[in-house]
């Protein structure tokens, strides 16, 4: 889906892809705010990706 | 993950550094730079055929450098973006102007040399930092052979070798030589709790991951021996201790042991540790885990001063007590590990807490800069069936296994199907051009696609359903990649056979599917906070900062809860009485509460005496902030107690200790820890008890230097920053000595005077002492939470506190929608994450207010009053409290959805006596057609063979 390029009123920055950047821009946008999510590395996820399963669900960490 | 792929308000900048950060909270500028990734993320199909072309090898880092990847890659299939990347490290192209094998391979042209490094300006209105954590530096490993032997990995590493889509695809294996490690050591605090690496904090989650891979390991190989070597376990979190206890019974053993060294011993590893009895002792272990705590971000300083904020004595973002997540800049706020080490349902509260602070200072931007997308009217949809079959290649995914273009001819013979074609990506952008005028040019009502998994591709396809003016629930998938070309990969012919089923089978589902109405309900933007302490206090006036009135019920006639006293609550009193959208009932319960998600209503009693009344509330959502209570055990640890001016609890000990005069701190106190918790009377650890204990021990030292203070412990579980306390209490003369459950102190009183004994296992003897003073670490209760918990229909633990939807990724959540809860009704914890998980719950509540309605997914449960016959199977079956009985015209019981709560599980249609129930998307009809679409075909083939 094509994004808007320009920047507006009504953004944040999330700075950090992982599971606390995630989760903090899928939050702001429920929220009602636009989320530049910035991340250093070629993809979000952070350690949590890398991880196994995770406790005490055993859910895959993806 | 996908979620912030899909959501067309999350622009995801990755590859991207901060430059600068400038101006005021509302207006702030980011200049960022985006290095180029050499690929066309809007071309990239994500087929990996350049991977299998590169020349190049380089290390994996994903796989922690345990494995080989090329420079051009991804680092896993479900990645976000799913778009490949070409490290210019190690590509040929990039590093000496050769190669570029991979242009011509790529059949979607998606790779492009020429780009260059972008640069853009930000405009933003605030900042969240959420850059986690680095890793502990490799000179502090070296101790344990870590670079020198290839079988000690750290804690990440084993988590690779653990994972199926790790280096040994999921078998853990020495590097060494490839054999199956059967001896096992994890060594705790590797770069945590360590002065020597300047790291005198706790990291606070190395215990549980720990016991994690180590169960985990287990579940590999249950012959594996297993030992974990620690100075403190430390699963002081919600139900960590229950999880320890599950790994001993499962094998696992924990030896309390400070590690001096491992040093490699022919095949094997030598681990060489001492106990408290002052023992050496060495064992041999096949490999050695480390587990590495979490260091500072190593770009923590650079970051805060481009932004302004301080940093900590660790480099941690440095935060307040009463402010966890707020830098020492407005407008900059933080969470996550880079706040201080903490687990992912903490990082998940603060990330949660964070965006409802932010929400609150930019209120008046809110929905400025929102994309809300239109689609065309739905047409209308005709009585004759128009079938569209699209059968996707998958590059060579599916195509090089299954027979693509003889499996859309087959559908083309199909009833109702009226076009039907092959494509090479189906999910491509131009795919879903092609798509949209298909649907048009044949005036298609119903589509199918047969390509990959729906979890993935559904909402993509849907979307270009709506585009095209089709209801989305008109789409049917077929996942012939996962269940035909992946599994079937040698057998091409069956494969292709099972892709005609599957085919088959969804057009006759989608024969009979039919629009689905998208609901939704309105939303009462007012919120119900139930408990007026500093969790409830901070629930409410976040709320209010967001823009939403709520009402605020304590039982007490006085607001303030457990922590009255400190000048931070009162603070908060002051604020509540005095905003306008918190209105405050005291001496208030609930007593009722009906309705749901948007629109409840409860009834609560209010006021004393005379003064009782009873009052109607209308409300959207509801916050429980009930809290707990100190807990005061009548016998702990086999002593029966008789609380006296001697024997104390810790909290009366912090009161006396706050008056005047040198007295007020004994000259001899003996402080016993876990006195009623962790399996004595309660089953749970109290997580606080610890550090308020090391408290009261500095604060009687420092009142009183002579004193003599022992503390009695199992575990000393000062976490994260709290260890600072404990290393000082140590340096100043507290005495800290373990007991084991089966050797426990003995309190007693006789005429006044106090003796405490107890096994000094450094002494290896039995002590006794005449202390003036016993302090005891009593843990803490819940406020009655059952009334609560049946009152609104959400669970509770066994220990009585309130369950989350989901431990990790909902923490503040309850299984109810548009219930959430925070503070010491969740679990014990210390005021600052009461306030950041008050601030949490207080976010995750706005949104529903935010939006104003409640969007209800068209595959609910439907109930037809003609059929149902009011026999109440469906409501106690239901999970989510979906279901209500409503009277009819004739004044007979019938079952009806309360289509909001409904998460269309289908436990009520299938267990429906009387086929009342369907599913949307899931008829009877449609599933019967399905199954008979596959048995027909098959019936028919064995009669041809008979």
């Given at each position: 889906m094509?994004?808007a390029k320009?920047?507006?009123?009504?953004?944040?920055?999330?700075?950090g892809?992982?599971?606390a950047?995630v989760q903090?821009?899928?939050d702001?946008?429920?929220?009602?705010?636009?989320?530049?999510l910035?991340e250093?590395?070629p993809?979000i996820g952070?350690v949590m990706a890398?991880l196994?399963k995770?406790?005490?669900?055993?859910?895959?960490?993806? | 993950?996908v979620?912030?792929g899909?959501?067309p308000?999350?622009?995801?900048?990755t590859?991207?550094?901060?430059?600068s950060?400038?101006?005021?909270?509302?207006?702030f500028?980011?200049?960022?730079?985006?290095?180029?990734?050499y690929?066309?993320?809007?071309?990239?199909?994500?087929?990996?055929l350049?991977?299998?072309?590169?020349?190049?090898?380089?290390?994996?880092?994903?796989?922690?450098?345990?494995?080989?990847?090329?420079?051009?890659?991804?680092?896993y299939p479900?990645?976000?973006?799913a778009?490949y990347y070409?490290?210019?490290?190690?590509?040929l192209?990039l590093?000496h102007?050769?190669c570029?094998?991979?242009v011509?391979?790529?059949?979607s042209k998606?790779?492009?040399?020429?780009?260059?490094p972008?640069e853009r300006?930000?405009?933003?209105?605030?900042?969240i930092?959420?850059?986690?954590?680095?890793r502990?530096?490799?000179?502090?490993?070296?101790k344990?052979s870590?670079?020198?032997?290839p079988?000690?990995?750290t804690?990440?590493?084993?988590?690779?070798l653990l994972?199926?889509?790790?280096?040994?695809?999921?078998?853990?294996?020495?590097l060494s030589?490839?054999r199956?490690p059967?001896?096992?050591a994890?060594?705790?605090?590797?770069g945590?709790?360590d002065?020597g690496c300047?790291?005198?904090?706790?990291?606070?989650?190395?215990c549980?991951?720990?016991i994690k891979?180590?169960?985990?390991a287990?579940?590999?190989?249950?012959d594996a021996?297993?030992t974990?070597?620690?100075?403190d376990?430390?699963?002081?979190?919600?139900?960590?201790?229950a999880?320890?206890?599950?790994?001993?019974d499962k094998?696992?053993k924990?030896?309390?042991?400070?590690?001096?060294d491992?040093m490699?011993?022919g095949?094997?590893?030598?681990?060489?540790y001492?106990?408290?009895d002052?023992?050496?002792?060495?064992?041999?272990?096949?490999?050695?885990?480390?587990?590495?705590?979490?260091?500072?971000?190593?770009?923590?300083q650079?970051?805060?001063d481009?932004?302004?904020?301080?940093l900590?004595?660790?480099?941690?973002?440095?935060?307040?007590?009463?402010?966890?997540?707020?830098?020492?800049?407005e407008g900059?706020?933080?969470?996550?590990?880079?706040?201080g080490?903490?687990?992912?349902p903490?990082s998940?509260?603060?990330?949660?807490?964070a965006?409802?602070?932010?929400?609150?200072?930019?209120k008046?931007?809110?929905?400025?800069?929102?994309?809300?997308?239109s689609?065309?009217?739905?047409?209308?949809?005709?009585?004759?069936?128009?079938?569209?079959?699209?059968?996707?290649?998958?590059?060579?995914?599916?195509g090089?296994v299954v027979?693509?273009?003889?499996?859309?001819?087959?559908a083309?013979?199909?009833?109702?199907?009226?076009?039907?074609?092959e494509?090479?990506?189906?999910?491509s952008?131009?795919?879903?051009?092609?798509?949209?005028?298909?649907?048009?040019?044949?005036?298609?009502?119903?589509v199918?696609?047969?390509?990959?998994?729906?979890?993935?591709?559904?909402?993509?396809?849907?979307?270009?359903?709506?585009d095209?003016?089709?209801?989305r629930?008109?789409?049917e998938?077929?996942?012939?990649?996962?269940?035909?070309?992946?599994?079937?990969?040698?057998?091409?012919?069956?494969?292709?056979d099972?892709s005609k089923?599957?085919v088959?089978?969804?057009v006759?589902k989608?024969r009979h599917?039919?629009p689905?109405?998208?609901?939704?309900?309105?939303?009462?933007?007012i919120g119900l906070?139930?408990?007026?302490?500093?969790?409830?206090m901070?629930?409410a006036?976040?709320?209010?900062?967001q823009?939403?009135?709520?009402?605020?019920?304590?039982?007490?006639?006085?607001?303030?809860?457990?922590?009255?006293?400190l000048?931070?609550?009162?603070?908060?009193?002051?604020?509540?009485?005095?905003?306008k959208?918190v209105?405050?009932?005291?001496n208030?319960?609930?007593?009722?509460?009906?309705g749901?998600?948007g629109n409840f209503?409860?009834?609560?009693t209010t006021?004393?005496?005379a003064k009782a009344?009873?009052?109607?509330?209308?409300?959207?959502?509801?916050i429980?902030?009930?809290?707990?209570?100190?807990?005061?055990?009548?016998?702990?640890?086999?002593?029966?107690i008789?609380?006296?001016k001697?024997i104390v609890?810790?909290?009366?000990l912090?009161?006396?200790?706050?008056?005047k005069?040198?007295?007020?701190?004994?000259?001899?106190?003996v402080?016993v820890?876990?006195?009623g918790?962790r399996?004595?009377?309660?089953?749970?650890?109290?997580?606080?008890?610890c550090?308020?204990?090391?408290?009261?021990?500095?604060?009687?030292?420092?009142?009183?230097?002579?004193?003599?203070?022992?503390?009695?412990?199992?575990?000393?579980?000062?976490?994260?920053?709290?260890?600072?306390?404990?290393?000082?209490?140590?340096?100043k003369?507290?005495?800290?000595i373990?007991?084991?459950?089966?050797?426990k102190?003995?309190i007693?009183?006789?005429g006044?005077?106090?003796?405490?004994?107890?096994?000094?296992?450094?002494?290896?003897d039995?002590?006794?002492?005449?202390?003036?003073m016993?302090?005891?670490?009593?843990?803490?209760?819940?406020?009655?939470?059952?009334t609560l918990?049946?009152l609104?229909?959400?669970?509770?633990?066994?220990?009585k506190?309130f369950?989350e939807?989901h431990?990790?990724?909902r923490?503040?959540?309850?299984?109810?929608?548009?219930?959430?809860v925070?503070?010491?009704?969740?679990?014990?914890?210390?005021i600052?994450?009461?306030?950041?998980?008050?601030?949490?719950a207080s976010?995750?509540?706005?949104m529903?207010?935010?939006?104003?309605?409640?969007?209800?997914?068209?595959?609910?449960?439907?109930?037809d009053?003609?059929i149902?016959?009011?026999?109440?199977?469906?409501?106690?079956?239901?999970?989510?409290?979906?279901?209500?009985?409503?009277?009819?015209e004739?004044?007979?019981?019938?079952?009806?959805?309360i289509v909001?709560?409904c998460k269309?599980c289908?436990?009520c249609a299938?267990?429906?006596?009387?086929?009342?129930?369907?599913?949307g998307?899931?008829?009877?009809?449609?599933l019967?057609?399905?199954i008979?679409?596959?048995?027909?075909?098959?019936?028919?083939?064995?009669t041809?063979a008979?």
């Open positions: 094509a994004k320009k920047s507006r009123e009504g953004a944040v920055m999330v700075l892809g992982g599971i950047g903090a821009a899928l702001l946008t429920d929220l009602g705010y636009y989320v530049y910035v250093k590395s993809a952070g890398q196994d995770t406790f005490p669900t055993n859910d895959c960490s993806l | 993950m979620e912030a899909r959501s308000n999350i622009e995801i900048l590859n991207a550094d901060l430059l950060l400038k101006g005021q909270p509302g207006n500028k980011a200049d960022i730079v985006q290095r180029p990734r690929i066309n993320a809007d071309d990239c199909t994500a087929c990996g350049c991977t299998t072309y590169c020349p190049r090898h380089q290390v994996d880092d994903y796989n922690e450098g345990l494995n080989i990847t090329r420079p051009i890659h991804i680092d479900q990645a976000v973006p778009t070409i490290d210019p490290r190690s590509c192209h590093t102007e050769t570029q094998i991979c011509p391979v790529c059949q998606a790779i492009d040399f020429s780009q260059k972008e300006t930000l405009e933003i209105g605030a900042v930092m959420s850059p986690g954590f680095g502990i530096p490799e000179d502090t490993l070296a344990y870590f670079g020198k032997h079988d000690v990995v804690s990440i590493e084993f988590e690779r994972n199926p889509s790790g280096p040994f695809t999921g078998e853990v294996r020495c030589d490839n199956h059967h001896k096992i994890f060594i705790q605090c590797v945590s709790r002065i300047d790291n005198g904090y706790c990291s606070s989650v190395c549980m991951y720990a891979e180590a169960v985990v287990k579940e590999h190989d249950p021996e297993i974990i070597y620690y100075m376990i430390r699963t002081q979190g919600k139900e960590f201790d999880a320890q206890k599950r790994a001993e094998g696992i924990f030896v309390r042991a400070k590690v001096a491992v490699p011993w095949d094997h590893l030598r681990l060489t001492s106990t408290l002052g023992t050496h002792s060495f064992k041999a272990y096949d490999m050695v885990v480390l587990s590495v705590g979490l260091e500072s971000p190593p770009d923590a650079k970051l805060a481009m932004a302004g904020f301080k900590n004595k660790y480099d941690f973002c440095n935060t307040d007590t009463f402010a966890p997540l707020a830098t020492s800049k900059i706020y933080v969470a996550g590990a880079f706040n080490p903490m687990d992912i903490e998940v509260t603060q990330s949660s807490g965006a409802g602070i932010a929400s609150g200072l930019i008046k931007q809110r929905g400025r800069g929102i994309i809300h997308k689609y065309p009217d739905e047409k209308e949809m005709g009585d004759e069936v128009r079938i569209g079959v699209f059968v996707c290649h998958c590059g060579i995914n599916i090089s027979d693509v273009p003889d499996v859309s001819n087959y083309g013979d199909m009833e109702g199907v009226v076009y039907y074609t494509s090479l990506y189906s999910c952008q131009d795919a879903q051009e092609v798509l949209k005028e298909k649907i048009k040019e044949h005036d298609l009502n119903r199918v696609i047969a390509a990959c998994s729906p979890r993935t591709h559904e909402p993509l396809f849907q979307e270009t359903l709506k095209a003016g089709l209801n629930s008109l789409f998938m077929v996942n012939i990649r996962d269940q035909c070309s992946w599994v079937h990969a040698n057998e091409p012919g069956a494969a292709t099972k089923d599957l088959r089978m969804a006759a989608a599917i039919q689905l109405p998208e609901q939704t309900v309105p939303v009462n933007k906070v139930i408990g007026g302490g500093i969790g409830g901070t629930a006036l976040n709320l209010a900062d823009g939403f009135s709520c009402s605020l019920i304590e039982k007490q006639d006085t607001l303030g809860g457990n922590f009255k006293k000048s931070h609550t009162q603070k908060l009193i002051d604020q509540v009485k005095k905003n959208l209105s405050v009932y005291t208030a319960e609930l007593q009722q509460t009906s749901f998600v209503s409860s009834i609560i006021g004393k005496g009344k009873e009052v109607t509330l209308d409300h959207g959502i509801i429980i902030a009930t809290g707990a209570r100190e807990h005061r055990p009548e016998t702990a640890l086999g002593n029966s008789k609380y006296s001697k609890t810790q909290s009366e912090a009161e006396q200790l706050e008056g005069g040198k007295k007020r701190a004994p000259d001899s106190i402080m820890q876990c006195a918790s399996g004595d009377d309660l089953n749970y650890c109290s997580k606080t008890c550090i308020t204990a090391v408290q009261n021990a500095l604060r009687v030292k420092e009142i009183n230097p002579d004193s003599q203070v022992i503390m009695l412990y199992r575990d000393i579980r000062t976490y994260g920053y709290a260890e600072d306390l404990y290393q000082d209490a140590r340096q003369g507290v005495l800290f373990p007991y084991e459950m089966d050797n102190p003995a007693a009183e006789k006044g005077k106090l003796s405490v004994s107890f096994f000094d296992p450094i002494l290896q039995d002590v006794s002492m005449n202390p003036q016993v302090a005891l670490s009593v843990g803490m209760v819940p406020e009655e939470t059952d918990s049946k609104l229909k959400v669970p509770v633990t066994a220990d506190f369950l939807a431990v990790k990724l923490p503040v959540e309850l299984p109810v929608d548009g219930v959430y925070c503070g010491l009704a969740h679990s014990p914890k210390p600052n994450e009461i306030i950041a998980q008050a601030q949490a976010a995750k509540a706005a529903p207010l935010v939006k104003g309605y409640v969007t209800v997914d068209p595959i609910v449960s439907n109930i009053k003609e149902c016959i009011g026999c109440k199977l469906c409501t106690s079956l239901c999970p989510y409290q979906a279901i209500q009985m409503v009277k009819d004739n004044n007979r019981p019938k079952a009806e959805t909001a709560s269309a289908g436990i299938s267990h429906c006596p009387t086929f009342a129930i369907s599913m998307g899931f008829t009877n009809e449609q019967n057609s399905q008979e679409a596959f048995g027909k075909e098959i019936l028919v083939k064995e041809e008979a």
